[in-house]
């Protein structure tokens, strides 16, 4: 890796100010109809009014409760089956094919399933979310135990462990980084499903509630505030998860 | 006793050990037989691996020389045979193996230290015990290493040195190595040679190496297994009587010249064959 120049770290700058300078360009010359897109300087008005003590923050703080809960009660599934099913090549082969299809599958499209199984209740959301990202996280975690280093499970056998040991203290640990992938992109998929869901029927808050409710207003300083908040979360549950697998699994690709 | 059962190999290799059985053979390898994907590697082999002397394993590509060692070392299933480690099976004897590619034979997710430690821990001794244990082969081998780092924070020779301490610390009857130095550079190989010399003079464990470079082959070796193509034999298994500790003068030795030539010539003669 090439190391950067002082200014070199500032680039990713450059696209954010590019961005609002064209956004500007665009507001200012009327290139697009000022009731579609408001001035940066109203919308990030929106977003810290929003943010500090308005409606936004209570919307947003709801999002982040049913995103953890999705992955939490995703996870407590996925990750146990996956160990379960990578243990056994076979035994992932024979339900590998049911696992891509569902995970091919967008889990938007299971969302009226559940609402009929589970009602319009919160709950429903976090179930279609949990639903796609377990499956994610499964495959991930069974490929991780699949894929565990032969080396180091001969190394271990070698040494006198037990099948038990091999497992517990080598398969497991091989499979933590591809783990950590999972979840990352599990989380992400989480988010999508809640934000999505929130749009639904029934639907009286989160992210997804309150982009479409300003839509519905007309508010479109609030409208684009809330899609800039749904953007922070994303980015931010990236970079978190990042975080906790650098410090988990300090190992990772070296 | 157990071992009076190994019954003695008929032909002139047991021999090669020098009069009377001395040394004694510490591993014996009887009616070995190993397929691989209808590939006939061991046919019916015998061996026998003198006790606490270092065995080097040669042959040409393919023959199955690591083979040969996992096998021995339970990595792999036998087909038919019996392998006895002193009249003892496998599971009643410890031993030590050191694998080629050290980068993934080490768990990256322990430190240097703890990576040895967990060979003991395997072996239910308890963790200061252990602990101490670890501390006092760092001591014995003199190895000037930061143990509380990560393999992965380690040059490739530092790595495979933890990897044999790994191996040593449960004080094995028996360590193997497959090419250990294959992945080093030129400098840090010659290094190594070096310290696992230093190791074996010091631990008079029964070592067995395997290893694509004749001269290293010969250099490390007391006894130098000659292996044929497949299904190998045993092409010729000569000692090598230099004095220890050897160092670049006994390259240039003219006894040791000349055994390193007429390994060759085997060698050359097994793979025309």
Known sequence: ?254 | MAMNAVSPIVGPYRTAFGPDGDPPAHITVRGLCKEFQGDVIYQDFNLDIPRGKFSSIFGPNGCGKSTLINLISGLIPLDRGTILFGGKTLSETRIGYVFQNYREALFPWMSAFDNIRYALKLRKVPEPEATERVNRLVSRLGVKLDLTRYPYGMSGGQQQLVSIMRALVVEPEVLFLDEPFSALDYEMTLFMREQLQKIFEETGTTMVLVSHDLEEAVYLADYVLLLSRRPARIADFPHVPMARPRNDLTLADTGFVELKSHCLRIFQREVHR
């Not at chain 1, 069974?142 to 894929?147: F, S």
């Open chain 1, 1 to 254: 890796m090439t190391t950067l120049s002082r200014f070199d770290r500032y680039l990713p700058l450059v696209g954010v100010v590019g961005m609002i300078v064209v956004w500007y360009i665009g507001y200012w010359m009327r290139i697009v109809d000022p009731v579609l897109l408001p001035s940066p300087d109203a919308t990030f008005a929106a977003l810290w009014k929003g943010m500090t003590g308005g409606r936004l923050l209570y919307d947003f703080t709801q999002t982040v409760i049913r995103t953890f809960t999705a992955i939490a009660v995703a996870s407590a599934i996925a990750i146990p089956l996956g160990i379960v099913l990578g243990s056994s090549e076979r035994l992932y082969r024979s339900v590998e094919f049911v696992i891509d299809f569902f995970r091919s599958t967008p889990a938007s499209a299971m969302f009226p399933l559940f609402l009929v199984i589970f009602g319009v209740g919160n709950a429903t959301k976090i179930y279609v979310a949990s639903f796609g990202a377990a499956l994610v996280i499964l495959f991930n975690v069974a490929y991780g135990v699949m894929n565990a280093r032969k080396t180091r499970i001969l190394a271990a056998r070698v040494m006198g462990a037990s099948r038990w040991q091999v497992m517990k203290d080598v398969v497991l640990m091989e499979s933590l980084p591809q783990t950590f992938v999972g979840l990352r992109n599990g989380v992400s998929l989480a988010l999508v499903i809640v934000v999505v869901a929130e749009m639904f029927i029934g639907s009286v808050d989160g992210l997804g509630f309150r982009v479409f409710e300003a839509q519905q207003l007309f508010d479109m300083p609030d409208m684009y505030a809330a899609i800039f908040a749904a953007g922070a979360l994303g980015y931010g549950l990236n970079i978190l998860f990042l975080l906790i697998e650098k410090s988990f699994v300090h190992w990772s690709g070296k």
